[in-house]
């Protein structure tokens, strides 16, 4: 079945450092691919989307680029700051979007000043 | 994009009991889902909810235990029926339509005691 790999946490960075959040996947056929994020206290929130090879989703500073060949959808950002502090989810769909979604196991980042 | 509200947001109940949680969209959906998030652990997908039908379980996830409305496209229901301390989660519901992505209500922490 459709899996999400994702990087154990936590991770702790100080502010202006440059991120990197690994994600790989195992999915049949062409599955859209996303980035979700928790903050403190509240529900999820779509990040960035990626629904076919190649394509790069981006919002707020931080990207992700779909890699059929490598399967992996890494989130990248290149100066974090102490409000980026949250939880990140890596998760794929099967059916190119608001199918169900198989999550990554998430990983929570510290930004410190 | 569609807004998603949940309530109750958080509840504490009695081992035993059992707690409804509605989940509400502010526009037509085609899908709607219910996920469970455990302390510190990623989503799980519960069920998919079907609009005047019964609901379609995941593997490990039963109708006696969570059973699922979906009068309409709007609104969605979600028992968790004689709980134990281990139904300790977070209850998240989420929708979206056609190609679009997937939006997550607030989410509702249960706790049992």
């Known amino acids: 079945g459709n899996s999400v790999t994702q990087m154990e946490g936590p991770v702790t960075l100080s502010e202006e450092a440059f991120l990197t959040i690994n994600c790989t996947y195992t999915?049949?056929?062409?599955?859209?691919l996303f980035w979700y994020v928790q903050y403190p206290g509240e529900g999820l929130q779509l990040l960035l989307k990626?629904?076919?090879?190649?394509d790069k989703g981006s919002n707020k500073g931080f990207e992700a680029t779909y890699r059929k060949e490598t399967t992996s959808f890494h989130l990248e950002k290149g100066s974090v700051q102490v409000s980026d502090s949250a939880v990140y989810f890596c998760?794929?769909?099967?059916?190119?979007?608001?199918?169900?979604?198989?999550f990554g196991k998430g990983t929570k980042l510290t930004v410190n000043p | 994009s569609a807004v998603i509200s949940q309530k109750p947001s958080r509840d504490i109940c009695q081992r035993g009991t059992s707690l409804t949680i509605q989940c509400q969209v502010d526009?037509?959906?085609?899908?709607m889902f219910w996920y469970r998030q455990q302390p510190g652990q990623s989503l799980t997908l519960i069920a998919t909810?079907?609009?005047?039908?019964?609901?379609?379980?995941e593997s490990g996830f039963v109708i006696d235990k969570f059973p699922i409305s979906r009068p309409n496209l709007t609104f969605s229901t979600l028992t968790v029926s004689n709980m134990s301390p281990e139904d300790s989660s977070i209850y998240l519901c989420?929708?979206?339509?056609?190609?679009?992505?997937?939006?997550f209500g607030q989410g509702t922490r249960l706790t049992v005691v």
């Open positions: 998760a794929l769909s099967d059916q190119g979007g608001s199918e169900k979604l198989v």
């Open positions: 999915a049949t056929g062409y599955p859209s």
């Open positions: 990626a629904t076919k090879a190649d």
């Open positions: 526009s037509q959906v085609t899908m």
């Open positions: 909810a079907n609009q005047g039908s019964e609901a379609t379980y």
């Open positions: 989420s929708g979206g339509q056609g190609r679009a992505e997937a939006f």
